[in-house]
């Protein structure tokens, strides 16, 4: 099976630092993507794991652990406009799974001024 | 516009009614995939496709939901007898392939069963 467990909600404010942890438990293991999704929109990516280690783009930075079945995204100087859900999702790795992505129920983020 | 667009955006139907979706993906993108998002959840994953192949289908799908992707290109969700259970926001995600590339989500329908 596949579980996928994240903070249903956080809150900081405007100017902090906020880190969202993600951990996960699948049975294939093809990546690990970070998505924004403002209410009633649709998710947009924002980053992409697949070798243990730290990606960073901007404001943004994304870590992973394989061993640990471990993952956070890092949000630096945060704007009002974060204000969203924060969706972590695993992409399946082999045979039928490869390619589905498997989502967490999101943390929803509340940026305060 | 080259993004994946879906139609409608919204619908409201009656308990009993057959409803349609259509999701265009990017043009060159060889996977398509159909997700359900329910509120104060993640998207759970329905059915996909390469090309015109539907690869798996969810357990989520029941024998009330079909989905077709004719010359793999443009998508259709057809849900029948709908019921209030139904009513969740459904999207649709394209990928150019399986296993290297991220998926983009259109705007996804809302569907709303009364």
């Known amino acids: 099976g596949q579980n996928i467990d994240q903070p249903t909600e956080m809150t900081a404010t405007e100017g902090a630092i906020v880190q969202i942890n993600c951990t996960y438990q699948t049975s294939g293991f093809n990546g690990l993507f970070w998505y924004q999704q403002h209410a009633g929109e649709a998710p947009t990516f924002l980053s992409y794991?697949?070798?243990?280690g730290l990606e960073e783009k901007g404001r943004f930075s994304s870590f992973l652990s394989r061993s640990k079945g471990y993952s956070y995204l890092l949000l630096k100087e945060l704007q009002m406009k974060d204000s969203a859900s924060y969706l972590c999702?695993?992409?399946?790795?082999?045979?039928?799974?490869?390619?589905?992505?498997?989502f967490g129920r999101g943390t929803q983020l509340t940026v305060w001024p | 516009d080259t993004g994946v667009s879906q139609d409608p955006r919204h619908k409201i139907t009656k308990r009993g009614q057959n409803v349609t979706f259509r999701c265009d993906p990017i043009?060159?993108?060889?996977?398509l995939y159909w997700y359900r998002q329910t509120l104060g959840q993640g998207p759970e994953f329905l059915t996909y496709?390469?090309?015109?192949?539907?690869?798996?289908k969810s357990r989520l799908l029941s024998d009330r939901f079909s989905a077709e992707r004719p010359k793999g290109s443009f998508s259709t969700l057809e849900i029948q007898r709908t019921e209030q259970g139904d009513s969740a926001m459904y999207l649709c995600?394209?990928?150019?392939?399986?296993?290297?590339?991220?998926?983009?989500f259109g705007p996804g329908t809302r569907l709303t069963v009364t």
């Open positions: 794991n697949v070798l243990d």
């Open positions: 995600a394209s990928s150019l392939t399986a296993g290297s590339d991220e998926q983009y």
């Open positions: 999702a695993v992409r399946g790795g082999r045979g039928s799974t490869l390619g589905r992505l498997y």
């Open positions: 496709f390469q090309n015109e192949a539907q690869l798996e």
């Open positions: 043009s060159e993108h060889n996977r």
